[in-house]
């Protein structure tokens, strides 16, 4: 079929807003008949990493979730910390995964951006663009193991991130903060981290802070948070 330039140049210009009026006013509309509210976009303590992430329609939680995350950022925000949200889920229908997260289906995970420092003071940069990539330390003994196992997905984000930052580093101490809030906020929810980062923020206390499996991808480069 034929289409001429003029026609192309319409095209051209009509797709990307209609694309922008669903993403911004229309899905954001529907998504609550589902069970799914959308996660600030713009100006707010809680925010994406990357404006990919809405824009791919990734930022929908449920409503219980939605609301813990609300209370933990007011407390937060007076401590200076803002939550710099990853993939969290689809705007519609339980049990449809969130490539490539097979759990993220039901409105009850969301993943989040550790804290960081730049020389040593607070920064809300992150070492890669996307969030996702930028580990703690190249090699941690768990990798090893899942590696040495066969499970050759374990490391794959480490592509995610070819923009990595190494001045700038982990802020231990507000990373806990953050986690220990979380938590706070939604008994019964549970955090997924690397066990070598849990023993290095002195977290060994909560039973709830666990292991991914090896079928999973690495977890020192963010944290995975859900509720139930
Ligand atoms: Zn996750």
């Not at 420092?117 to 330390?137: C, H, I, R, W």
């Not at 979380?182 to 709830?208: H, M, T, V």
Request: proline share 6%; net charge positive; with cysteine.
């Amino acid at each position: 079929m034929y289409i001429s330039q003029r026609w192309r140049k319409k095209i051209g210009i009509v797709f990307p807003l209609v694309y922008l009026i669903c993403n911004l006013v229309l899905v954001p509309q529907i998504a609550p008949y589902f069970g799914r509210t959308q996660l600030p976009v713009f100006k707010s303590s809680l925010k994406p990493q990357n404006i990919i992430y809405p824009l791919c329609f990734r930022n929908y939680v449920d409503k219980k979730l939605y609301n813990s995350l609300q209370q933990s950022i007011i407390h937060l925000s007076h401590l200076g910390i803002e939550i710099a949200y990853l993939d969290a889920n689809f705007p519609f229908i339980d049990g449809f995964p969130l490539f490539p997260h097979l759990s993220h289906n039901d409105g009850k995970k969301i993943d989040i951006a550790f804290m960081y420092l730049e020389n040593n003071n607070k920064t809300d940069q992150k070492p890669s663009f996307m969030g996702y990539g930028a580990y703690v330390k190249d090699i941690n003994p768990t990798a090893q193991q899942c590696k040495e196992k066969g499970y050759w997905q374990y490391g794959i984000t480490k592509y995610l991130s070819p923009d990595k930052d190494n001045t700038i580093q982990l802020d231990k101490e507000n990373t806990k903060t953050l986690i220990q809030e979380l938590l706070y906020r939604s008994k019964n929810s549970k955090i997924f981290i690397e066990p070598y980062l849990k023993k290095e923020l002195a977290l060994s206390k909560y039973d709830n802070i666990r292991f991914h499996g090896c079928q999973a991808v690495r977890h020192d480069d963010h944290i995975h948070f859900e509720i139930k």
